[in-house]
């Protein structure tokens, strides 16, 4: 292969891939190189992409056929690579980029791997890669959308190259935009605002899932949402799709609001797109509003518990993927918006008691409360901020 800068070969997963070697391109010793190398590998997305794998398997047991994958934004190809190693039943997989050094590393991955029975390659814009998949016999189960910056660019022609019932996955690492710092930004690219809450990271999966269902319902097909995730620096979807004017409509009517009051830490949803009233019930101050964005279930009990029964076969999979499925698992059901109790704290002038109390306490009161995997220190609950600011009072030893 003729490369004209340095790799190396890593190990991730059940796979071995060649990669620019990121010493070749740090400015220092503090420097992050994945970006400056002239093929992207990020170390650190690699629990993104067990919990792909974990999600691609789920998806395979449900439907029980071969399945077609691609990830037409694929870097050096990892992603696609594990697909096709790890997941049992993926028949094929597509990888693309339009980096013409992504494709070719890709193609010698491919190579090393053994796999060039089942993996192609090719070196294309992604759009047009997804736009000659769109005929329904060329269509995918399988699409992972995984970008520099807002997949949005792309999530039309990943709707049309899915085919009905197909599993879409989509990253998004623009988090200014989505967590509140530039509301004007999300509400162009994303069609809602955001909202700088202790919750911003939640509204960003919310504005991506409702960009998702405004942007199908527009083709007639509908979404549900299987799982989600978030850390620092992005966030993930995975959708089903389901063809049919009627499944878009139902879709649509998870799209509302979702309303904060900033002095009282009171939040509702308002479903549907027009507000009436303003003022939050509890304090009287002005709530200000999140959305249009998607108020529906933003993970499946079911399908988490799928992810969970993976884990046994990809027994190389472990560690933070399966501590984030069971967090999500969890608190499937939830309602939206969580609180993060060091903000509580912050307000009520307390030390920060331990979560666990104040979860028993609020539960004691009669309501539901689970940890959320979006924040250490942050609670899912259906209790009113009056009740949780209570359980933490009592959780710190203050009444
Ligand atoms: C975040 S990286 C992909 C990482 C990869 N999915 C992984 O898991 O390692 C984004 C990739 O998109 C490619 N890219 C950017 N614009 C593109 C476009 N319009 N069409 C196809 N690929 C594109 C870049 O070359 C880059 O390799
Ligand atoms: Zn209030």
Known sequence: MSLDFPIEIIYEGMVRVAVPKLEAFKRGVWDYAPSRAPVFYNPLMRVCRDIAVLALQSYQMIVGRRLVVSEPLAGCGVRG?????????VETVYINDISERAYRISQYNIELNSLAERVFASNEDANFFLSRHAAPNKRFDFI???????????????????????????????????????????????????????????????????????????HNIGVKVVFSHSTDHYIRLYATISHGAKRADETLENMGYILHCFKCLHREVGKGILMQRLAC??????????????????????????????????????????????????????????YVIDKVCERIGAPTPPLKDVIESIVGMGFRAV?????????????????????VKNAAGLQ
């Open 144 to 218: 992972d959308v995984d970008p520099f910056g807002s997949p949005v660019p792309y999530m039309d022609s990943a709707i049309r190259a899915l085919r009905d019932g197909g599993l879409l996955a989509l990253t998004a690492t623009d988090m200014a935009p989505l967590c509140g710092v530039y509301p004007k930004v999300a509400l162009r690219k994303y069609g809602g605002l955001s909202l700088r809450t202790e919750y911003c990271h939640e509204i960003a999966v919310r504005l991506l899932a409702g960009c998702l269902a405004t942007s199908a319902a527009k």
């Open 81 to 89: 690579i594990r697909f096709a190693t790890e997941v049992e039943g």
């Open 281 to 338: 019930p509890e304090c009287g101050s002005t709530l200000r509003a999140a959305g249009p964005l998607w108020l529906g279930e933003i993970a499946d009990g079911e399908f988490c518990t799928l992810m969970e029964e993976s884990l046994k076969s990809l027994k190389h999979i472990g560690g933070e993927a399966a501590r984030v499925v069971s967090l999500v698992k969890g608190e499937a059901g939830a309602p939206a918006t969580y």
């Open 371 to 391: 940890r959320t995997h979006f924040h250490g220190k942050g609670i899912k609950s259906d209790a009113p901020a009056s009740i949780v600011i209570k359980a």
